[in-house]
């Protein structure tokens, strides 16, 4: 399993989001579960985030090769590539760097640029003694890396395909691999001898088979191996999935799945954030009329809760908790602290339902010595479940300025525990409670609900 992840690392990448949404959503259910909230949210998150994560560990794990597809490259002599019917080349190394570049890249043309890549795979290839790269003003790329023995070059090797994510097309034992950097990226072509690797890149099939030609320590064997030598030692690690592999790569059929993704994840993001959040009206509830709702959900004001319930001037119902509002100094600085949760509740009679919209604000501030400091924040959306608790230690003022002889301040906010007279009182109501994300005009509904 290591070896597989080290040769492929995104995979390993996707596999730990997979696993750790996997966590997350356990220890989030536990709590709400514990404290009594619906499960649902966690059943939105779940499906937004495998949304994301999934098509993404898929694509990776089709292009995922087994450690043994190249691993026998420690195995080949360096006449090997002679023995294949390939180029044979060496490569000298004087300084870290290689000597004749002109013999390895080839003339540098105007725009082309030499540099020496070693810093980009030192930490992943032991054993490096060169490493550079020429990048031509027409999209090619040469390296050219140089190793102290044959295990190194297989590790190397090994690393550079996981590093780039290459997508095996040829494997013929170490000494030459073809394929894709990436999920229909650019064109690669590697070849070995002995302890020398050079990797040819191109976005174009025939612009990377022209480079490789055009290298000038390439030197073509004249006999060819039989064909049973010639036989591709690699394979991908799910051979099953090499077809899906094949399918996405052409770059309008990528383009066409991420728009499909980004129209998927909105929908869901829209109406499952509304299913997770709804609350339907109880079993065996008769509706009643607007203006008895109306009167139930008005009168929750007279409740022993810390909050303020109004009617609005087009006809909505806010109701505002200010939970936290508290003014205090200590040694050095002289705070301010306030938390906002409002609900505005639209009752439509036409389908029974009370849309609920959700804001939250924070304000912190902090005069002393050091600076003034200043927070501030609000947002829109659904909160699914909450829960906040603070104490913080000073000399405590009260609204009109004037010390309260207090030494702390302290408050707690259950969202759920301030919502559910509210959603009690429509649900008994025969009515549905939904929050929405958006209070939209009925004729876009649709498209959000």
């Known amino acids: 399993m290591i070896k597989i992840i080290e040769q492929n690392p995104m995979l390993g990448v996707m596999g730990a989001l997979v696993?750790?949404?996997?966590?997350?959503?356990?220890?989030?259910?536990?709590?709400?579960?514990?404290?009594?909230?619906?499960?649902?949210?966690?059943?939105?998150?779940?499906?937004?985030?495998?949304?994301?994560?999934?098509?993404?560990?898929?694509?990776?794990?089709?292009?995922?090769?087994?450690?043994?597809?190249?691993?026998?490259?420690?195995?080949?002599?360096?006449?090997?590539?002679?023995?294949?019917?390939?180029?044979?080349?060496?490569?000298?190394?004087?300084?870290?760097?290689?000597?004749?570049?002109?013999q390895v890249f080839g003339p540098s043309m105007p725009g082309s640029s030499f540099e020496d890549s070693r810093a980009l795979f030192a930490s992943r290839m032991p054993g490096l003694l060169a490493a550079n790269t020429a990048s031509l003003p027409t999209g090619e790329t040469i390296t050219a890396l140089v190793f102290g023995d044959a295990q190194q070059t297989t590790d190397g090797l090994l690393a550079y395909l996981g590093l780039y994510e290459v997508a095996v097309e040829l494997d013929r034992g170490g000494a030459e691999v073809k394929g894709k950097r990436g999920l229909?990226?650019?064109?690669?072509?590697?070849?070995?001898?002995?302890?020398?690797?050079?990797?040819?890149?191109?976005?174009?099939?025939?612009?990377?088979?022209?480079?490789?030609?055009?290298?000038?320590?390439?030197?073509?064997?004249?006999?060819?191996?039989?064909?049973?030598?010639?036989?591709?030692?690699?394979?991908?690690?799910?051979?099953?999935?090499?077809?899906?592999?094949?399918?996405?790569?052409?770059v309008w059929i990528q383009v066409i799945s991420v728009l499909l993704l980004v129209l998927l994840f909105s929908i869901w993001f829209f109406k499952g954030a509304i299913w997770a959040s709804s609350v339907p009206a109880e079993p065996g509830a008769a509706p009643i009329a607007e203006s008895g709702l109306r009167e139930r959900v008005l009168a929750v004001n007279g409740a022993s809760v810390p909050m303020t319930v109004e009617e609005l001037n087009d006809g909505r119902i806010a109701i505002t908790w200010n939970y936290a509002d508290a003014r205090w100094t200590d040694l050095l600085n002289t705070h301010r602290m306030r938390r906002t949760h409002r609900l505005v509740l639209r009752f439509d009679a036409g389908d029974k339902a009370v849309r609920v919209t959700e804001q939250w604000s924070l304000f912190d501030t902090s005069v002393g010595m050091d600076g003034a400091r200043l927070k501030w924040s609000t947002a829109l959306g659904i909160t699914f479940f909450q829960v906040d608790h603070r104490k913080v230690y000073g000399l405590q003022f009260g609204p009109d300025g004037r010390p309260t002889g207090d030494l702390s301040y302290t408050y707690r906010f259950n969202l759920q525990e301030l919502k559910a007279p509210f959603i009690a009182a429509v649900t008994q109501a025969g009515w549905t409670w939904k929050p929405v994300l958006i209070d939209v005009p009925p004729a876009l509904r649709w498209a959000v609900e």
């Not at 080349?89 to 870290?96: A, E, N, P, Y």
């Not at 490789?212 to 006999?223: D, G, K, M, T, W």
Request: glycine content about 8%.
């Open 19 to 102: 696993l750790g949404g996997l966590l997350v959503c356990s220890l989030l259910g536990l709590f709400m579960s514990r404290g009594g909230a619906s499960l649902r949210p966690i059943i939105f998150f779940a499906i937004a985030f495998g949304l994301v994560v999934l098509p993404q560990f898929v694509a990776h794990l089709t292009m995922a090769v087994k450690p043994g597809s190249v691993a026998e490259a420690g195995a080949i002599q360096p006449d090997a590539a002679a023995l294949l019917g390939l180029p044979s080349f060496s490569i000298t190394v004087k300084d870290g760097l290689v000597a004749e570049p002109e």
């Open 184 to 250: 229909g990226q650019d064109r690669m072509h590697l070849l070995r001898s002995g302890n020398a690797v050079l990797i040819v890149t191109a976005l174009t099939e025939p612009m990377l088979e022209a480079r490789v030609a055009a290298i000038p320590i390439l030197r073509r064997p004249e006999s060819v191996a039989s064909p049973a030598a010639m036989a591709s030692a690699g394979t991908p690690l799910i051979p099953a999935m090499q077809p899906l592999k094949r399918l996405f790569q052409p």
